[in-house]
C-alpha cells in the first residue's frame, strides 16, 4: 500500500482494475461516504450548539470535530497554534496534510497508484487493457511514479552500483595496483574480473527467479509459461556471456592482453545498441517478429526497441508487473505522440550507441594509442556517454508527455493526471 502522499496524488479510482462485481465504484463510495459525514456533522453540529448556549454558536473544538477515516478538512481544522510542526512527528489530535477519499472531488481520469500492486492486480476483473478499450476518450495512465514509494531509490540505487562496479572500479584498481602497487597484470585482472558485475549479476539472478515463479504477475503479456523470458533477459544474456568471454581470453595469460581487457565497455554498447537498433529497424522495415520478443507473440508487429526496454525493467526490475505491461500497451495504441517519442527514443539510444563503440574499438586495437591509455578511455566514455544521453532523454521525455496531454485534451479527450504523478 502506498502512503497517503502517494494515495492523495492519485485522481479518481474507479475500481478501475478490477471491474468486478464485488468492487464498489469509487465514485459512489464516496458520495455515500459524503452523505454520511453530513448527516454526522448536522447531528453533532445541533448537540454542539445545545451544549454551548453561553459561547460562541459557530466555534468548534477539537474535541467535537469531524473526522472522517481520520481526515480533517480545511474548514474544520484546529487553531494555528495546533498545527503540527513540520519537524516533529503528527499526533493523534492534530490534522492530517491529505483530504479523506470522501472529501475529494471526482477527476475524470482515471488513475490510482494501486493499481500496480499484486493484491489489486489478485483481485480485478479484467485488465487495463479492457477497461480502456471500453473508455477510449481517456489517455491510459501508467500505474507507475518516480514521485513516490521506494521504486526510483531502488533504480537509481542500481544504476548507481552499475556504474561503480562497472567503471570506476575496474579504472581505479588497475591504475592503483600497476602505478602504486606494482602488482602483476594477472593479479589485478584476477581481482577485476572476481568482482566485477556483482550487482549486475545479482539483479540478472533476481529479475530471472521472478520471471520463473508460479504466479505471472511480472511475466510478459499473452504467455503463462514460466520459462517464456521477456528481451532484456535474453538481451542480458548475450552481453554477459561476450564480457565474461573478454575477460578470460584477456587475464588467462600470465602476460595479460590488455588491448583485449580495453573491450568489455564498448562490447556492452555493441550488444545493447544493436539488440536496440534491430528490433527498431524491424519495426521501421514493418517485419513480423521471428520470435516472442516480451508482450509481442511471434508473427505480430514489432514495436520500437526502447518500448520493450521500458516494458522490462519497469514491469520486473521495479516491480510494476502486469498492470504496467498493460497500460503501456494501451498508452502505446491510444496516443500517436507516444508512438513517436518511442521511436524517437530508440534511434536517439540506438544509433549513437553503435556510433560510439567503433572510435573505442579503433583506439583499443592499434598500436599507436598506448593500450594503458586505452584502457581507461574504454572504461570510461560509456558510462558518461550513457550518463549524458539519460539526463538529455529525460528532460525530452517530459516535454513530449505534456504536449502528449494538450493535444489529447484539445481532441476532447480526458488526460487529466494527478499532480506531481508524471508516469515514467
Not at 526496454?309 to 502486469?322: K, L, M, Q, T, Y
Request: hydrophobic residues 45%; proline residues 6%; positive net charge.
Amino acid at each position: 500500500m502506498q502512503s497517503d502522499s502517494a494515495l492523495s496524488s492519485c485522481t479518481g479510482f474507479k475500481g478501475a482494475e478490477g471491474g468486478s462485481d464485488e468492487e464498489h465504484d469509487g465514485s459512489k463510495m464516496r458520495d455515500g461516504t459524503a452523505d454520511i459525514a453530513a448527516e454526522r456533522k448536522g447531528r453533532d453540529g445541533k448537540s454542539n450548539a445545545n451544549g454551548n448556549a453561553n459561547g460562541n454558536a459557530n466555534a468548534i473544538t477539537t474535541d467535537n470535530a469531524i473526522t472522517i477515516d481520520n481526515a480533517i478538512t480545511t474548514d474544520q481544522a484546529p487553531l494555528e497554534t495546533n498545527t503540527p510542526h513540520p519537524w516533529r512527528q503528527r499526533a493523534s489530535t492534530d490534522a492530517r496534510r491529505s483530504l479523506s477519499y470522501a472529501l475529494r472531488p471526482r477527476a475524470d481520469a482515471y488513475y490510482d497508484s494501486r493499481a500496480a500492486a499484486r493484491a489489486e492486480w489478485r483481485r480485478r476483473g479484467r485488465t487495463l487493457q479492457e477497461y480502456y478499450d471500453d473508455n477510449p476518450h481517456l489517455l491510459p495512465q501508467l500505474p507507475f511514479t518516480w514521485y513516490h514509494g521506494w521504486r526510483r531509490w531502488r533504480l537509481f540505487l542500481f544504476a548507481f552500483l552499475v556504474f561503480v562496479d562497472g567503471s570506476a572500479v575496474p579504472i581505479a584498481l588497475y591504475y592503483g595496483m600497476h602505478y602504486a602497487g606494482h602488482i602483476e597484470g594477472w593479479i589485478i585482472f584476477a581481482v577485476v574480473t572476481t568482482i566485477w558485475g556483482g550487482p549486475t549479476y545479482l539483479e540478472f539472478a533476481v529479475r530471472t527467479l521472478r520471471l520463473a515463479k508460479k504466479e505471472r504477475f511480472y511475466r510478459p503479456l499473452g504467455t503463462e509459461s514460466r520459462w517464456c523470458f521477456d528481451m532484456l533477459t535474453w538481451a542480458s544474456v548475450v552481453t554477459i556471456t561476450v564480457v565474461t568471454a573478454l575477460f578470460v581470453v584477456g587475464s588467462a595469460p600470465h602476460i595479460v592482453l590488455l588491448r583485449v581487457l580495453c573491450m568489455p565497455a564498448p562490447a556492452i554498447l555493441y550488444c545493447l545498441g544493436g539488440v536496440l537498433g534491430t528490433i527498431t529497424l524491424f519495426h521501421s522495415m514493418d517485419w513480423p517478429a521471428p520470435f516472442r520478443i516480451s508482450s509481442t507473440a511471434k508473427g505480430e508487429k514489432v514495436l520500437p526497441g526502447v518500448y520493450y526496454f521500458i516494458e522490462d525493467v519497469a514491469a520486473v526490475n521495479a516491480g510494476a508487473g502486469r498492470p504496467f505491461r498493460e497500460a503501456l500497451a494501451a498508452r502505446y495504441k491510444a496516443s500517436p505522440r507516444f508512438r513517436q517519442m518511442l521511436y524517437a527514443q530508440s534511434l536517439f539510444w540506438a544509433v549513437p550507441a553503435l556510433v560510439l563503440a567503433v572510435p573505442l574499438t579503433v583506439a583499443a586495437a592499434i598500436p599507436a594509442v598506448p593500450a594503458t591509455g586505452a584502457y581507461g578511455v574504454c572504461w570510461a566514455v560509456p558510462f558518461l556517454w550513457c550518463a549524458l544521453w539519460a539526463g538529455v532523454s529525460a528532460w525530452w521525455c517530459k516535454r513530449d508527455m505534456v504536449r502528449e496531454r494538450l493535444e489529447w485534451e484539445a481532441r476532447g479527450g480526458a488526460a487529466k493526471e494527478p499532480a506531481g504523478s508524471e508516469p515514467v
